[in-house]
Nanobody
Framework: QVQLVESGGGLVQAGGSLRLSCTAS????????MAWFRRAPGKEREFVAA????????SYADSVQGRFTISRDNAKNTVSLQMNSLKPGDTAVYYC?????????????????WGQGTQVTVSS
């Protein structure tokens, strides 16, 4: 099984950039589908981006398409989210998630591992 730890959150002004990282432990990372979700204050957790085990399949939420980039390094057991042109509406706790079986199901439910989350705050 995969254990996940996020890092890289913080406070940034609108228009700025942040890079989130998720470090995984466990033998199944290289075959896991990885994703980022977020939960804004008062809202439900929502999908942000996902990447397949080999990086060949990537999907983004419409709200971040063109601004965020997901990537992974299986040699280092990490998945990253580069966030550019940040907006106040991107303020949320960001979570890393893993599907250790490598399935491609992008709903909030069904992921077998979650990180503890990292706070991203974008000021106007």
């Amino acid at each position: 099984q995969v254990q996940l730890v996020e890092s890289g959150g913080g406070l940034v002004q609108a228009g700025g950039s942040l890079r989130l990282s998720c470090t995984a432990s466990g033998r199944t990372f290289s075959i896991s589908t990885m994703a980022w979700f977020r939960r804004a204050p008062g809202k439900e957790r929502e999908f942000v981006a996902a990447i397949s085990w080999n990086g060949e399949r990537i999907s983004y939420a419409d709200s971040v398409q063109g601004r965020f980039t997901i990537s992974r390094d299986n040699a280092k057991n990490t998945v990253s989210l580069q966030m550019n042109s940040l907006k106040p509406g991107d303020t949320a706790v960001y979570y890393c998630a893993a599907d250790s079986a490598g399935r491609w199901v992008l709903s909030v439910s069904g992921w077998d591992r979650w990180g503890q989350g990292t706070q991203v705050t974008v000021s106007s």
